[in-house]
């Protein structure tokens, strides 16, 4: 089992920035791609940036490329998502989850590929 808490989430304006994190527990963290989802109301759960288990891949959504960034610090279990040049569209529930894997360069889009989620975290972007 992986428990998953994130933590970073608030209310900002249209072109402010946060950074969520994601504090894992349980098995070792470091064999585990871990993702960033989200899901505004009325709509589905969508993908946002992973990070493979060494940090040497990442791959983000084409709505948030070039503004969110994806990284992890496998010494204190703990991924991040630092988000610059947040949208009102960007207002969502914000999720960490995170999917075994035995390759160090691998990293997956899949929601239904991933094991273990967090609560998740609001994030509101106001104009």
Known sequence: QVQLVESGGGLVQAGGSLRLS???????FSSYV????RQA????????AAISWSGGSTYY??????????SRDNAKNTVYLQMNS??????AVYHCAAAYSPD????????????????????????
């Not at 109301?41 to 946002?48: A, D, L, N, Y």
Request: proline letters at 3%.
């Open 34 to 37: 871990m993702g960033w989802f």
């Open 41 to 48: 109301p009325g709509k589905e759960r969508e993908f946002v």
């Open 22 to 28: 994601c504090a894992a527990s349980g098995r070792t």
């Open 61 to 70: 959504a084409d709505s948030v490329k070039g503004r969110f960034t994806i």
């Open 104 to 127: 160090s360069w691998f990293v997956n889009t899949d929601l239904h590929e991933y094991d273990y989620w967090g609560q998740g975290t609001q994030v509101t972007v106001s104009l």
């Open 86 to 91: 947040l949208k009102p569209e960007d207002t």
